[in-house]
């Protein structure tokens, strides 16, 4: 975040600049007004790419063996260049690499998920999926029986994993 601070000043630097430059060849026929826009329109540039470039970013650093299983699209008033191109602002990723397969049943793997989050930790879940039953649950941490939830085929982490069980592929970034 520090990082992306800095980047989105030295924009606003970078944006003055060319309208100062630009004032110069033009023989200083610009408006006083404009070097400060050029430094809030580059700065607010710098800003919509950081956000957009994010996912991207973060997808491709996922260690090997992870693969994205969901993504959420985010549109809000306040960016209002999100109702025509939405941005992914979280994303939840399956180790397919290491799923375990239970010995006793057929189609019941344990994964772990991690949940990704522009400006948030990443927060790792372990799941149990069901392919045959298209239902996946949170193990029970004290040794209980796990609440399991119907999530039907078109769940996209069910789909992820069982999918990926079913072609024996390890998964990809």
Not at 56 to 63: E, F, K, W
């Amino acid at each position: 975040m520090f990082w992306e601070l800095i980047a989105v000043f030295v924009a606003g630097f970078a944006g003055a600049g060319a309208v100062m430059l630009l004032n110069r060849v033009t023989g200083g026929r610009l408006p006083r007004w404009l070097m400060p826009v050029g430094a809030g329109g580059a700065m607010l540039v710098a800003t919509i790419s950081s956000e957009y470039g994010w996912y991207g970013r973060t997808a491709d650093a996922l260690p090997d063996g992870f693969t994205v299983a969901t993504v959420h699209e985010s549109r809000a008033a306040y960016r209002p260049w999100t109702f025509a191109a939405p941005m992914i602002d979280r994303f939840i990723a399956v180790d397919l690499a290491n799923r375990v397969e239970n010995a006793q049943s057929e189609g019941l793997y344990l994964v772990r998920a991690v949940a990704y989050g522009r400006w948030q930790p990443a927060r790792e879940i372990e799941l149990m999926v069901d392919c045959a039953g298209g239902r996946t649950a949170i193990p029970a941490g004290d040794g209980g029986e796990p609440v399991w939830r119907p999530a039907g085929a078109e769940d996209p982490i069910l789909r992820t994993v069982c999918t990926g069980a079913e072609t024996g592929a390890e998964g990809d970034a």
